[in-house]
């Protein structure tokens, strides 16, 4: 939510930014821009919209300078015009900022009434105007920093640069993240390791509250009492070459059609295909001695926390409560001596879920995180960090993510049924068989992409859709919906197809196209109910299913012919149609895919 960018060296700093901000653009796509210190003064470009408009406005007018810093922002405070975009600059100061500012109103009454003139809406105006008075008192810039950061509620991650001090660059980060990054004459500041993989792999995370001297040759480090630290420089994982789209015209197709391959990968660290067992990392806790399972996740992640509750309930008999993390902090829940607390994020820095771990922590469960981020802020906070394998997923729609972290789920859940006791060693090798099926049946459904296009077109002119699934395939058709929404703006929503008659079959008719979800499992003759339900009120429908399940679909139907697989697979299998067809509508309509409108890829606001 929000990127930011920042080097101080010997390079021009403008199109090294730049290129950062390419790489952060996924975190927030509403405006942008670089700031450079030259013979002392700031220069500053902003532009409204999308990055291009930024470098566009960079070809025309450049700015030089070894130093600088720079933000693709999603709008929270002001709306995403040019004069709200950061950098946010006085004459002293330049700040780009990612967070919020709890108090920024007390801070701007405060600093109006000192006659201080604010020129934007943002809450980071008041962060600037505070140093700039510091300054102005006579403070050196790291005495304004350390003052005025003891002045600000809230999370954020600012980076600063400061008028007559070109060898300086600053830093600091509350609840999000900031990282650091080591050169060869050059350091370099960003919200990620992912902006900075092109330039270094050497990294130091920030801890919370802490901030940073930077200057061309290396860092200091101050914790949030002002006191000098060493943190460690870590190398990443992360390259530049994981960035690319290869030969897919979005990030996203990619990333769907990656699938099988990060899905193959992330399974070959949880399950020894010799013994065709679960193998988990030494625990801190006995898997059977757990007394309830708490999942807690947001958007997508926590649709994955929705089917593994069935997962958990029905094959390790475990108590499972599942809920969305701004809701489970609000909740304010006892919770059990013993317990698990899950908690499922892709990028490992959701403000809200980081706040429900916290919470859960304070409560005395055991904290387990499966993130694709090993580098992020939950795994720092975590007794065990379950990892899914995909690489970094830069389309904002999440696809690969959810996928693998079905499949890490489900061999947790396999575990903890042979810990308990539930399972036996013979049952254990048929599930962990049919995950070890999982690449090639997805690989089947996107041969299958030709067919999934033309039923996306019949999606094109919908207002409303309504999607539903019964079992595990309830979740999956709140996530059908989800990724209709974000990539089309077609209003869609997901009910568990049991759900219909009472009262979401008032919107079916003719119009209103249904996307039923439907393997031929223990449930399918309910749901073929629910589809003469549908049909019966001239409702169009769009069947997933498999093989033995078209064999009944009504002549009605448009059916999308899953390949035949295991129960336990299927809701990896059949989120696959989903993507693609959600895909297919969006570019149909000339939606941008990979950066849909007001969305960011890592929410790390509340
Ligand atoms: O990084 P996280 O998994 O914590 O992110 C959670 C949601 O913000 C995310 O899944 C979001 O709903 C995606 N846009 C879904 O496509």
């Not at 006659?115 to 105007?129: I, K, L, Q, R």
């Not at 003052?147 to 600000?152: I, K």
């Not at 609000?330 to 490992?348: H, K, N, V, W």
């Amino acid at each position: 939510m929000c990127g930011i960018i920042g080097t101080i060296g010997r390079g021009e700093a403008a199109p090294l930014v730049l290129e950062g901000l390419r790489r952060l653009e996924y975190r927030g796509y509403d405006s942008a821009g670089i700031a450079t210190l030259v013979d002392g003064r700031i220069l500053r470009r902003r532009a409204e919209g999308k990055l291009n408009h930024l470098a566009d406005l960079l070809a025309t007018d450049p700015i030089a300078g070894t130093t600088g810093i720079g933000h693709t922002r999603w709008a929270t405070h002001g709306a995403p015009v040019e004069r709200n975009a950061h950098p946010i600059a006085t004459d002293r100061v330049a700040i780009v900022h990612n967070g919020i500012i709890e108090n920024f109103a007390d801070l701007r009454t405060e600093l109006t009434a000192a006659g201080y003139a604010f020129t934007s809406d943002t809450d980071t105006e008041a962060v600037a105007m505070l140093l700039t008075r510091e300054m102005e008192n006579g403070a050196t810039p790291q005495e304004a920093v350390a003052r005025t950061l003891r002045r600000l509620h809230g999370a954020f991650a600012v980076a600063i640069i400061f008028a007559g001090y070109p060898e300086l660059l600053i830093c600091a980060r509350r609840g999000s993240p900031v990282a650091v990054g080591y050169g060869e004459g050059e350091m370099y500041v960003g919200s990620d390791a992912l902006a900075l993989a092109p330039l270094t792999q050497r990294i130091c995370y920030l801890d919370e509250g802490d901030w940073a001297v930077l200057s061309a040759t290396g860092a200091q480090v101050y914790d949030s009492e002002d006191r000098p630290v060493d943190r460690p420089i870590k190398l990443t994982a992360l390259s530049g070459a994981m960035i690319g789209k290869g030969n897919h015209r979005h990030f996203m197709h990619k990333e769907i059609c990656e699938q099988p391959a990060v899905i193959g990968d992330t399974l070959s660290a949880f399950v020894n295909p010799t013994s065709r067992s679960v193998v988990l990392q030494d625990l801190p806790f006995d898997l059977a001695k757990i007394s309830r399972v708490t999942i807690v996740a947001c958007g997508t992640s926590f649709h994955s926390a929705l089917v593994a509750k069935y997962w958990f309930e029905k094959l390790a008999r475990m108590p499972v409560e599942v809920d969305i993390a701004s809701e489970f902090r609000y909740r304010a829940a006892d919770m059990p001596e013993g317990g698990l607390a899950l908690f499922i994020s892709q990028s490992g820095e959701t403000a809200d879920t980081l706040a429900a771990l916290r919470y859960a922590k304070s409560q005395g469960q055991y904290i387990a995180v499966l993130v694709n981020q090993p580098e992020s802020s939950m795994v720092r906070e975590a007794d065990v960090m379950l990892q899914t394998l995909c690489g970094p997923e830069i389309g904002v729609a999440s696809t690969k993510a959810f996928t693998a972290q079905l499949a890490v789920l489900a061999c947790f859940a396999i575990a903890m049924a042979r810990a308990r006791g539930k399972i036996d060693a013979l049952r254990e090798a048929e599930l962990t068989t049919a995950l070890s099926e999982v690449p090639s049946r997805i690989a089947e459904v996107l041969a299958d992409e030709p067919a999934i296009e033309v039923l996306g077109k019949s999606l094109i002119e919908a207002r409303d859709v309504l999607y539903l699934g019964r079992g595990t395939a309830y979740p999956l058709a709140l996530e059908g919906a989800l990724k209709l929404k974000e990539l089309s703006y077609i209003h869609a929503e997901g009910y568990a197809a049991g759900e219909m008659k009472h009262g979401p079959i008032a919107l079916v008719d003719e119009n209103t196209p249904v996307v039923v979800l439907a393997p031929s499992d223990a449930y399918f003759d309910k749901t073929m109910s629910n589809i003469s339900e549908v049909i019966a009120r001239d409702g169009p429908v769009i069947l997933i299913t498999d093989e033995a399940g078209a064999a009944h679909a009504p002549a009605q139907a448009k059916v999308i012919v899953a390949p035949t697989c295991d129960p336990l697979i299927a809701p990896l299998v059949f989120a696959v149609p989903l993507q693609l067809l959600a895909y297919q509508v969006g570019v149909f309509r000339g939606a941008d895919v990979d950066q849909p409108r007001n969305l960011a890829k890592s929410v790390t606001v509340e």
